[in-house]
């Protein structure tokens, strides 16, 4: 499956930014698609997932301010990310895999595709 996140951009602090991430080349239904994020000097993290029956998962720090969604039929998954913070500025990273286990789907080495990013920086 390829994968083409989109949306980022510059925003100020509080605002939001709605994020995609389109998949093409399998069913898409079949996978579970995480994002994650790596600011620079840092190690990329878990920011949410959706899993194949729809549930979906946050990081602590991100709870209640982040929406993760998907719509099978555009074979596309959303992050809605509301609240904005400098701190969540960062290249924003899809990632999907159809084999993954509930255990590992925080974690990034346990997805086979990515996208390629896209950045988001949140002006103070």
């Known amino acids: 499956v390829q994968l083409q996140a989109s949306g980022g951009g510059l925003v100020r602090a509080g605002g939001s930014l709605r994020l995609s991430c389109a998949a093409s080349?399998?069913?898409?239904?079949?996978?579970?698609v995480g994002w994650f994020r790596q600011a620079p000097g840092k190690e990329r993290e878990f920011v949410a997932v959706?899993?194949?029956?729809?549930?979906?998962y946050y990081a602590d720090s991100e709870k209640g301010r982040l929406t993760i969604s998907r719509d099978n039929a555009k074979s596309t998954v959303y992050l809605q990310m509301n609240s904005l913070k400098p701190e969540d500025t960062a290249v924003y990273y899809c990632a999907a895999d159809q084999s993954i286990i509930l255990s590992s789907i925080t974690r990034a080495q346990y997805y086979y595709y990515w996208g390629q990013g896209t950045q988001v920086t949140v002006s103070s």
């Open positions: 080349g399998r069913t898409f239904s079949n996978y579970v």
């Open positions: 959706i899993r194949r029956s729809g549930a979906t």
